[in-house]
């Protein structure tokens, strides 16, 4: 069990730009997660898969983020125009997962990608 | 969605001293699950709860769960510089609503 990797750890960028951020799970896990946090606050969920398959998107996504988990492995998530506001930690977890009770398995966290906007 | 309201936002102990913080819905929750995050660290699971009334120790942690399912608490028995943090509760259910977190400081 390697844990689950982020990269890049930080990117610094100016306001305008883009910026994808890639996530590595769990290699057993089959649910990935994504979630932004705000200094002081705790994680906001924004999106998740099972396998390959988008299952929720949060109102918070708005239309500039975009996210993909292509073959059911890592997963990417893009910013395009990169505004102030977009200055956060985003988190990326992931867990096992299934119908009813295995639904709720305990989500397993990396250690983020701090973007800071100029 | 589900919505969990966690208080307090601080608190500060003397270590020894205990620690409680709780966490509340209005809404009857499927489960409820226990986050510790670390100063510059990520989120890591404790423990989840699922049956009305359920109580689990970890060493000198207790949680429980409400019998109504709408509220639990963590508390931690005579804390430790190594307890500091910020602790989170979430419900799940795909993803994790999670509360704001109550930030523990320990003074040695």
């Known amino acids: 069990d390697t844990g689950v990797s982020q990269n890049p750890r930080h990117k610094i960028t100016k306001r305008g730009q883009n910026v994808t951020f890639r996530c590595d799970p769990i290699?057993?896990?089959?649910?990935l997660y994504w979630y932004r946090q705000t200094l002081g606050q705790g994680p906001e969920f924004l999106t998740y898969f099972q396998n390959e398959a988008q299952l929720e998107k949060s109102r918070l996504l708005s239309d500039r983020f975009s996210a993909e988990r292509p073959k059911g492995s890592f997963s990417t998530l893009e910013i395009q125009r990169t505004e102030q506001g977009d200055s956060a930690m985003y988190l990326c977890?992931?867990?096992?997962?299934?119908?009813?009770?295995?639904?709720?398995?305990?989500?397993?966290f990396g250690d983020g990608t701090r973007l800071s906007i100029l | 969605g589900q919505q969990v309201m966690q208080i307090p936002q601080y608190q500060h102990v003397q270590e020894g001293e205990d620690f409680t913080t709780y966490c509340n819905s209005s809404?009857?929750?499927?489960?409820i699950q226990w986050y510790k995050q670390r100063p510059g660290g990520h989120p890591v699971f404790l423990i989840q709860?699922?049956?009305?009334?359920e109580v689990k120790k970890q060493k000198r942690l207790t949680f429980q769960f409400g019998e109504a399912k709408k509220n639990s608490s963590l508390h931690i028995t005579a804390t430790q510089t190594t307890d500091v943090g910020t602790y989170f509760c979430g419900t799940s259910y795909g993803k994790l609503t999670f509360g704001q977190g109550t930030i523990l400081t320990v003074h040695p």
């Open positions: 977890a992931s867990s096992s997962g299934g119908t009813g009770a295995k639904g709720n398995q305990p989500q397993h």
């Open positions: 709860l699922v049956k009305s009334g």
């Open positions: 809404t009857t929750l499927s489960n």
């Open positions: 290699s057993e896990h089959n649910r």
